[in-house]
């Protein structure tokens, strides 16, 4: 859990001269599949972070201050509705098991999409199918459950 | 001592009434002889366990079972046997009585020993009647969430079938046929289930496991019956009959594993226990249900809920979508605590955080 550092965890740094080469090869990637870095660019609590739109999805990607980068790409779907959370929270366990390469799980009240993997050998065509994975599942999912558990969308008044 | 075998004879004819069907006259029998000075101590006792058969009534059950037991005190089983009376909740004396269900599709004189059930998510499985209204047990692995499932007889007989309710916990089903049986099936009650008994389990299809009642594992805890099969042995997704070498069950094997790692088999008596409960529970709430996922009472669809309360699983026949009712948002837990300070929702807690937002819930008696 403790790796999950761009929603707050607390992980230590790693030297600098690795993470600046984690950085560039994300941000090259990013640029490679028609985003842009600087505006994508986002604070977060340690390490760094971008959001950009993709379709109806909005998706966070994080990069980890670690000695082996780790790539989080994340999509919030849905804020929890005030009830019948036993029935939405069975249907997010029985999703999980038949996403491809993706999660779904909670922070705080909002509904995630994850996935993540290490940056080690990730080129821009890989990182291009995971972020069209995310936000398809994302797209076809915060309809669906919100529709069913009433939740709102995450984004949305 | 010509008086002792003759009342021997009449205890052996008793209890062929009581497997044949014929309680009434079983029971009127049975209290001759319990009360018969010919009869030895051992087979006064059994008479006492079969009268306890043949009566719905638990007080007369438990009278029976101690005046079994007062005639043999040593005897392990049905000290067992009246424990778990004792500990079994009480039932209303009175119920409504069930309607029978009109035109049934089939009456059977002489009911198969094991049936073949198809169309469950693990494949081929063995049942094996248990009532004369045609209630069917098979083990819960074999059926799954399936809804209905193909019962075989043998040869071309086959039919259609639903799944009442699933025990995950026994490794259980029940699925009613709607079978018309001539005679209640033979079962052994397990107050009469020595250890070592031998067996033979039954397979749809024809194969036969001879086994033995082993002791230890689950066969302590009452409900079950270990034995000495492995389960690489069963020849289908489990349900088989353990029958005795008179033809009378025993039990039904399950999936389960005992110590050893051989099978368990779940006892007659309690299969026909939960089979009592099913009917009671069917009469008190006909419009409860039983969750496909979990097994257990339904109870959210007496109040237009669509999910199970237990497990959260979407029921049959509903949209999946939960009414706003204060008796059913009680019986999912919600609306029952106090607001979370985060959120706002009445959802409860788990750890002491708020189940919606995971806020630190305030500790009791805290500031």
Request: glycine share 12%; charged share 20%; net charge neutral.
């Amino acid at each position: 859990m403790g790796r999950f550092f761009g929603r707050g965890e607390d992980t230590p740094d790693e030297p600098a001269d690795q993470l600046d080469l984690s950085l560039r090869a994300v941000e090259s990637i990013l640029a490679a599949i028609g985003v842009d870095p600087a505006a994508a660019r986002m604070e977060v609590a340690r390490g760094y972070g971008w959001n950009f739109q993709r379709g109806s999805a909005l998706i966070e990607v994080y990069l980890t201050p670690e000695e082996q980068g780790y790539l989080q790409v994340l999509s919030p779907i849905m804020h929890l509705p005030a009830s019948n959370l036993l029935a939405l929270y069975r249907r997010l366990l029985e999703l999980n098991l038949q996403l491809t390469n993706a999660a779904l799980g909670l922070h705080e009240d909002v509904v995630y999409l994850y996935h993540e993997r290490l940056l080690a050998g990730l080129d821009a065509a890989e990182a291009d199918a995971i972020i069209r994975r995310l936000a398809r599942y994302a797209d076809e999912l915060d309809d669906a459950l919100s529709g069913e558990f009433g939740g709102r969308m995450y984004g949305r008044g | 001592m010509p008086g002792i075998t003759m009342a021997q004879d009449e205890l052996r004819r008793a209890i062929q009434l009581m497997q044949d069907g014929q309680v009434e006259a079983a029971a009127g029998l049975l209290r001759r002889l319990a009360e018969a000075p010919t009869l030895d101590a051992k087979g006064r006792a059994a008479a006492y366990v079969w009268l306890a058969e043949a009566q719905e009534d638990r007080d007369y059950k438990r009278r029976c079972l101690e005046r079994a037991l007062a005639c043999e005190p040593d005897n392990a089983q049905i000290r067992q046997g009246l424990n778990q009376l004792l500990a079994s909740p009480a039932q209303p004396e009175h119920l409504p009585l069930m309607r029978r269900p009109a035109g049934s599709p089939l009456s059977l004189e002489q009911a198969p020993a094991v049936v073949g059930v198809e169309g469950g998510r693990n494949g081929l499985a063995s049942g094996a009647f248990v009532g004369r209204g045609g209630l069917l047990a098979t083990t819960s692995y074999a059926v799954g969430s399936a809804e209905e499932v193909t019962v075989r007889l043998g040869g071309e007989r086959e039919f259609g079938a639903r799944i009442l309710r699933r025990y995950p916990l026994f490794d259980l089903a029940f699925i009613a046929t709607g079978v018309e049986l001539a005679r209640k099936p033979a079962a052994a009650p397990s107050a009469m289930l020595a250890e070592n008994a031998a067996f033979v389990a039954l397979a749809y299809g024809g194969a036969r496991l001879p086994g033995r009642l082993i002791t230890g594992g689950r066969g302590a805890d009452g409900h079950w019956l270990a034995t000495n099969i492995a389960p690489v042995q069963l020849p289908d997704a489990g349900g088989n009959p353990l029958v005795d070498e008179n033809g009378h069950l025993l039990g039904i094997l399950t999936r389960n594993i005992g110590a050893g790692g051989k099978a368990c088999a779940l006892k007659i008596t309690h299969v026909l226990a939960l089979a009592e409960q099913l009917r009671r529970e069917r009469q008190l709430m006909p419009k409860a249900g039983y969750c496909p996922a979990c097994g257990g009472l339904a109870r959210a669809l007496l109040f237009g809920g669509g999910t199970c309360e237990s497990c959260g699983a979407r029921l049959a026949a509903s949209d999946g979508r939960a009414a706003q009712s204060e008796a059913l948002m009680r019986l999912y837990g919600e609306n029952a605590g106090p607001p979370c300070r985060g959120c706002g929702a009445r959802v409860g807690g788990y750890a002491g955080r708020c189940l919606r937002c995971g806020y630190a819930l305030a500790q009791k008696g805290a500031g």
